[in-house]
């Protein structure tokens, strides 16, 4: 239909009259396209501040960064001034920072801004976005690897818990412990690098830093109260079954019953206290392995549960009572966590 066309035409700007074009008009057409275009972009970009200027949220953000601009550039400065003293004075200027931007009506909108200030720009003032990001990435990990060896080291079974609920328990903690220094081991490059150009003192070179002289050797002399919390509830389990065993067998009348001749395997008492031990082995050996070796009590507590698991191999394992508690009562005489690596 013609009048599309022309509509069309009308509305691009075109005309639709083709006997005026030509060689001419063609070269005036372009020019005039050209500035077609730029009168768009300025239309654009004087709607678009209109729009700013009307926004709420953006009147609301104006306002708030020009309030709080010095408090803004006062921790940029602290940022930009820190000089790797330790991680602790690394942590006090990220929780700062962090309480200040988290009182910001729009942080991120905000720190653009102070990006772009004309008041802090190429300044000790403006704001130091890489090296934040540094602090930041090293503190959280900081952070995470102290809780964790934290845990660990208070750890304890909790009153009346199941076997079942320590055992997972202890693997849950080790898990974390792992988890954490895994993360380190796979940063330990980019962490170096940020003490390099930031000085943000998390990994230093010979490993000279609090990580490596500290936290690290804490992780690992705190994971043994993971071993020793599986290994005690072990061993309490398998007295359990040794006396559940033996009320089953009072109970059992004196003459024989019938035996059901299809019914389903249950694992005897040996076996599952084979499968209970055996599975202690195989936690302390990853502690073992995550910490290079097992503390004085955690190793003499591990000779008691192997000594253990070869009475019920021979089958001269005789449950008793007053052992079973007091293999839990291990958990309450505060062990030494000294790793020794042998």
């Known amino acids: ?25 063609g070269s005036s057409s372009s020019s005039s396209s050209g500035s077609s275009d730029d009168k768009k972009k300025e239309m654009a970009a004087a709607l678009t501040a209109e729009l700013d200027a009307k926004s709420p949220h953006k009147r609301a953000v104006q306002e708030d960064f020009e309030a709080r601009l010095p408090d803004i550039e006062e921790h940029a400065q602290a940022i930009s001034a ?70 660990a080291a208070s750890f304890s079974p909790a009153a ?70 599986h290994m005690a509830a072990s061993m309490q389990e398998v007295h359990r079954l040794g006396q559940q065993q033996q009320q089953q067998l009072a109970a059992a009348p004196a003459a024989g019953s019938k035996v059901r001749r299809w019914a389903a395997k249950v694992p005897s008492c040996k076996e599952r206290q084979q499968q209970v031990l055996g599975d202690a082995v195989r936690f302390v050996f990853k502690v073992h392995q995550f910490a290079g070796g097992l503390s004085e009590a955690a190793g003499t507590v591990f000779r008691q549960l192997a000594a253990m698991l070869q009475q019920v191999e021979q089958g001269t394992f005789v449950a008793d009572a007053d052992a079973a508690a007091a293999a839990l009562q291990l958990l309450l005489v505060g062990w030494k966590t000294t790793v020794q690596v042998e």
């Open 160 to 229: 009346g818990a199941s076997f079942r609920s320590t055992a997972a328990s202890c693997q849950a903690g080790l898990d974390k412990l792992s988890g954490v220094c895994v993360k380190y081991g796979m940063e330990e490059e980019a962490l170096l690098n940020m003490w390099r150009q930031h000085k943000v003192p998390f990994k230093m070179p010979n490993k000279q830093g609090v990580v490596d002289k500290v936290l690290v050797p804490r992780m690992k002399q705190a994971s043994m109260q993971y071993a020793l919390g």
């Open 82 to 151: 820190f000089k790797g003293v330790s991680m602790e004075a690394c942590a006090q200027v990220y929780d700062g920072a962090s309480a200040m931007l988290a009182s910001l009506y729009d942080s991120t909108a905000e720190l653009k801004l102070a990006e772009k200030s004309e008041k802090s720009e190429k300044s000790e003032k403006s704001w130091p976005a890489a090296k934040w990001d540094a602090m930041e990435s090293c503190t959280l990990l900081y952070r995470s690897m102290q809780h964790a060896a934290a845990e």
């Open 1 to 25: 239909m013609p009048e599309v066309k022309a509509a069309l035409d009308k509305v691009e700007g075109r005309s639709s009259d083709k006997g005026k074009a030509g060689a001419a008009a």
